[in-house]
T-cell receptor, first 114, second 115 residues
Framework: DAGITQSPRYKITETGRQVTLMCHQT?????MFWYRQDLGHGLRLIYYSAAADITDKGEVPDGYVVSRSKTENFPLTLESATRSQTSVYFC?????????????FGAGTRLSVL | AQKVTQAQTEISVVEKEDVTLDCVYE???????LFWYKQPPSGELVFLIR??????QNEISGRYSWNFQKSTSSFNFTITASQVVDSAVYFC????????????FGKGTRLSVIA
């Protein structure tokens, strides 16, 4: 039971480069989410997806792009990385409609933008 | 707007002590869901409990217990006889039932249990 996996676990990149963080879940959950975790801010929602080809912005979407061509994958792309995007990124998935659905999280990706 | 406040930034206790982590929430929704997650030093986020707004019964799971009080908008978490393995950051979260409200997290409480 693989659950939800994120790759890479650690990434160092330079300002201006494009970076893609991968998220894969094996539960066939409809909903998937991307959060970033920063000291003093807790977890903040970047984007979420209710199903394949349906995505919507969260609290902090600027500078990020997502896609969901397949139910099991939800990649997050930083088109031109900035230092302020240095953070720990968590992907999550939820079993059903989402309101009371439990979100299960991946192990996180620690991204450093130099 | 939804808001979760975890006023305790850091707590340190000696092993076997009981400890309560506070969570106060704000929402205008009559139906909502509350969650607790644990983030151990390894970094992953582990789901602990979900409670809906219509169920005010307290819950106990082993050494963990949760006290939900709508009158004070609180959903506190108590660890009885704490152990070193309980050392982690604990997050309280809230999701309303209107529109597309997201899951809103508190800023977390870092618990250190000292042997």
């Amino acid at each position: 039971d693989a659950g939800i996996t994120q790759s890479p676990r650690y990434k160092i990149t330079e300002t201006g480069r494009q970076v893609t963080l991968m998220c894969h879940q094996t539960w066939s959950h409809s909903y998937m989410f991307w959060y970033r975790q920063d000291l003093g801010h807790g977890l903040r929602l970047i984007y979420y997806s209710a199903a394949a080809d349906i995505t919507d912005k969260g609290e902090v979407p600027d500078g990020y792009v997502v896609s969901r061509s397949k139910t099991e994958n939800f990649p997050l792309t930083l088109e031109s990385a900035t230092r302020s995007q240095t953070s720990v990124y968590f992907c999550a998935s939820s079993e059903h409609s989402g309101r009371g659905g439990i979100q299960y999280f991946g192990a996180g990706t620690r991204l450093s933008v130099l | 707007a939804q808001k979760v406040t975890q006023a305790q930034t850091e707590i340190s206790v000696v092993e076997k002590e009981d400890v309560t982590l506070d969570c106060v929430y704000e929402t205008r929704d009559t139906t909502y869901y509350l969650f607790w997650y644990k983030q151990p030093p390894s970094g992953e986020l582990v789901f602990l409990i979900r409670r809906n707004s219509f169920d005010e019964q307290n819950e106990i799971s082993g050494r963990y217990s949760w006290n939900f009080q709508k009158s004070t908008s609180s959903f506190n978490f108590t660890i009885t006889a704490s152990q070193v393995v309980d050392s982690a950051v604990y997050f309280c979260a809230l999701r309303g039932n209107s529109g597309n409200t997201p899951l809103v997290f508190g800023k977390g409480t870092r618990l250190s249990v000292i042997a």
